[in-house]
């Protein structure tokens, strides 16, 4: 897949704001070390021993590299990011990943249903902010019927 490392960049980034650099470390090394074969010359390490125990500093290491590879200009953090997209699909939450390939109505369908659940919330559980959540319903819904670029 060819990709724009700027929307690669822009989500991965939203991403970690959203849960955090380690949690994103840990889902692309999991699914960079299921696609790797040979994982002693990969590029990122095993974050778990044999027996499923965490390697704090092998998650740590991960992290570094990635963020530093996907915040990098240079030719060899782009090949390195490159050779991280597999991973980095298979990693990515599905309405992350719609944005990414530039599926823009199953992304804007996505986020109405995401926010049409926050108002059922607010309904159901008769909050104080029904009538905001409503409308972000209204809006999403419209956004859907005139899709525009999402990024």
């Known amino acids: 897949m060819n990709f724009d490392i700027n929307i690669i960049r822009a989500e991965i980034e939203d991403w970690a704001v959203e849960q955090g650099q380690e ?15 040979n994982q002693e010359h990969g590029r990122l390490y095993a974050i778990e021993d044999q027996t499923g ?25 782009q090949r390195k990011i490159a050779e991280l997209m597999p991973a980095i699909e298979m990693a990515l939450p599905a309405s992350r990943l719609a ?17 049409f659940a926050d108002a059922m919330t607010e309904i159901l ?26 990024h």
């Not at 949690?23 to 074969?37: D, T």
């Not at 530039?102 to 369908?109: C, E, R, S």
């Not at 104080?128 to 525009?148: C, F, G, K, W, Y």
Request: glycine letters at 4%.
């Open 23 to 37: 949690h994103v470390a840990i889902e692309i090394s999991r699914a960079y070390l299921r696609l790797v074969v």
């Open 53 to 77: 125990k965490a390697d704090w500093k092998a998650i740590n290491n991960n992290r570094q590299q990635i963020f530093r590879w996907l915040r990098g200009d240079s030719r060899a953090s």
């Open 99 to 115: 944005r990414v390939r530039g599926d823009t109505k199953n992304y804007l369908a996505t986020v109405a249903i995401q926010r």
């Open 125 to 150: 559980l008769e909050g104080r902010d029904m009538s905001h959540q409503i409308n972000n319903v209204v809006r999403a819904l419209n956004e859907i019927s005139r899709p525009t670029s999402v």
